[in-house]
C-alpha cells in the first residue's frame, strides 16, 4: 500500500510570500495529483505529473521520482490562495489513488 | 457545461436502511471513482471503475458497493448503513491513457444516526 505524506500540515503566510508544500511518498507511481479545497467548497485537480515541473500561473509543481519527493510552490501568495492543498499518489495501476492528509494554508493580507 | 453531478448534496439517515448516492458524468470519461473525506483522514479511495462492467477496490471498499453498468453513471450503494459511514463523499471522473486531471462532484455529506 501506498503512504503518501504531506508537509507541513498548517500553514500561515503573509500575502506575498511564497509558500512550499512538500509531499512524500513510499512506492512507484504512475502520476502525482494536487488538488486544492477550498473552505465549504468543492475539489479542484490544479496538477497531475508523472515526471519534471508544471507551472500555471503564480503556482508551480515539481516531482522528484527517484527521491518519491513533489513539491508545489505557491508564489507572490494572495488571500485568495487559502485553501487546502491534497497530494495524492496514483498507483502504476493508474485507478488506485492514495491521499496525503492535506495542508491548511491560510495567507493573511 | 462539463460537470460531475452528484445527489442528493445532504443525506441524514437511519442505521440499516439502504441507500444509494448517485454520480454521472457528461463528458465521457472512462475513469471514475468514489472517495470519503473525513477529518483528519484525508481523502481515502472507496472504489474505482476503468470502464463499464469494471470495477476494483481502493483502500476502504468495506460496507460499500457499486456498479458501472453505463460509461456516465457510478452510483454508490451502502447496503445496511452504520453511524461509521457518516463521512463527506466525493465522486470524480477523469480520462484514461494519458495525464488527465480529475473531475470532482460537489459532495455528498452523509450522517447515519
Known amino acids: 500500500k501506498n503512504e503518501v505524506e504531506q508537509s507541513p500540515q498548517n500553514l500561515t503566510a503573509q500575502e506575498g510570500e511564497f509558500i512550499t508544500i512538500n509531499c512524500s511518498y513510499s512506492v512507484g507511481i504512475s502520476a502525482l495529483h494536487w488538488l486544492q479545497q477550498h473552505p465549504g467548497g468543492g475539489i479542484v485537480s490544479l496538477f497531475m505529473l508523472s515526471s519534471g515541473k508544471k507551472k500555471h500561473g503564480r503556482l508551480i509543481a515539481t516531482i522528484n521520482i527517484q527521491e518519491k519527493h513533489s513539491s508545489l510552490h505557491i508564489t507572490a501568495s494572495h488571500p485568495r490562495d487559502s485553501a487546502v492543498y491534497i497530494c495524492?499518489?496514483?498507483?502504476?495501476?493508474?485507478?488506485?489513488?492514495?491521499f496525503g492528509q492535506g495542508t491548511i494554508l491560510t495567507v493573511h493580507p | 457545461e462539463a460537470q460531475v453531478t452528484q445527489n442528493p448534496r445532504y443525506l441524514i439517515t437511519v442505521t440499516g436502511k439502504k441507500l444509494t448516492v448517485t454520480c454521472s458524468q457528461n463528458m465521457n470519461h472512462e475513469y471514475m471513482s468514489w472517495y470519503r473525506q473525513d477529518p483528519g483522514l484525508g481523502l481515502r479511495q472507496i472504489y474505482y471503475?476503468?470502464?463499464?462492467?469494471?470495477?476494483d477496490k481502493g483502500d476502504v471498499p468495506e460496507g460499500y458497493k457499486v456498479s458501472r453498468k453505463e460509461k456516465r453513471n457510478f452510483p454508490l450503494i451502502l447496503e445496511s448503513p452504520s453511524p461509521n459511514q457518516t463521512s463527506l463523499y466525493f465522486c470524480?471522473?477523469?480520462?484514461?491513457?494519458?495525464?488527465?486531471?480529475?473531475?470532482f462532484g460537489n459532495g455528498t455529506r452523509l450522517t447515519v444516526t
Open positions: 470524480a471522473s477523469s480520462q484514461t491513457g494519458k495525464l488527465a486531471p480529475l473531475h
Open positions: 495524492g499518489a496514483g498507483g502504476t495501476s493508474y485507478g488506485k489513488l492514495t
Open positions: 471503475s476503468m470502464n463499464v462492467e469494471a470495477t
